[in-house]
């Protein structure tokens, strides 16, 4: 008798065309309806139905129900981290799409990756705050420093309340498009969260893509050309307090 979790199951349901291209919309953390799931899929009501059934059976997605509406999302962070560590892999074995979409620069140059940023400005970001001491790699993971946690604080996230949820602070996330790393757990997503409320950037409509505003681009330039010996500097602050 064969022991453990089942994994070719899980591999067949998301290795479906289709299902995938759900999967991989819902990677934005944004609920959709089976309706806009099916135009993304590029299937009929019925197929995306049985799709969402199949899916939802195997605990990789969750349905809330508003009214005559039932939302999809994916079920969690574990779900999304699988993912985005198979999407590194098919990138990586040079399984790509041999069409490129119009939103393809766009979505790697900063992207979701579920609940916080990825894509070119996300592993500079990353990048600046390992740079400027806020945050330290180490071989066993990311840590957050003294001073950045000051630096957070000062940006209005509280990285002690941070740490007591259920869920890393600091998680180095390696992003497919660059083969660099991004800032992943609760701090990522408090960082993003932090630029959606401080005006810099805002999540394109239907996608995973991250526009920043002419502000946030000006401040970011700033931000990420700052001395790594000047973090406490104007232009380091990062995001103004709302």
């Known amino acids: 008798m064969k022991d453990g979790p089942h994994i070719a199951r899980i591999a067949a349901l998301i290795g479906d065309s289709a299902r995938a291209e759900v999967l991989t919309a819902l990677m934005a953390d944004r609920a959709l309806t089976a309706t806009e799931l099916a135009d993304i899929a590029g299937v009929t009501k019925q197929t995306i139905s049985a799709h969402l059934a199949k899916l939802l059976d195997a605990g990789l997605i969750a349905v809330e129900s508003q009214g005559r509406h039932r939302y999809f999302r994916l079920a ?29 620069p766009a979505l790697r140059r900063a992207r979701m990756c579920y609940d916080h940023l990825a894509g070119e400005v996300g592993v500079q970001f990353y990048e600046a705050l390992v740079r400027q001491g ?109």
Do not use: Y
């Open 76 to 104: 969690d962070r574990d779900v999304a981290h699988l993912l985005e560590s198979l999407m590194n892999v098919a990138f990586r074995a040079g399984a790509v799409r041999l069409r490129a979409s119009p939103r393809e």
């Open 134 to 242: 806020m945050l330290q790699a180490t071989p066993q993971g990311t840590i957050l420093t003294p001073a950045g946690a000051r630096w957070f604080a000062h940006v209005g996230i509280d990285t002690s309340t941070l740490a007591q949820q259920q869920r890393m602070v600091c998680r180095p996330c390696l992003d497919w498009s660059e083969r660099r790393h991004h800032l992943g757990g609760a701090l990522g997503a408090a960082l993003l969260q932090r630029l959606f409320e401080g005006g810099w950037a805002h999540r394109a409509q239907g996608s995973r893509v991250v526009h920043f505003t002419p502000k946030g681009e000006l401040a970011l330039r700033q931000w990420l050309a700052t001395h790594p010996d000047a973090p406490n500097s104007s232009a380091a602050q990062g995001p103004a307090p709302c």
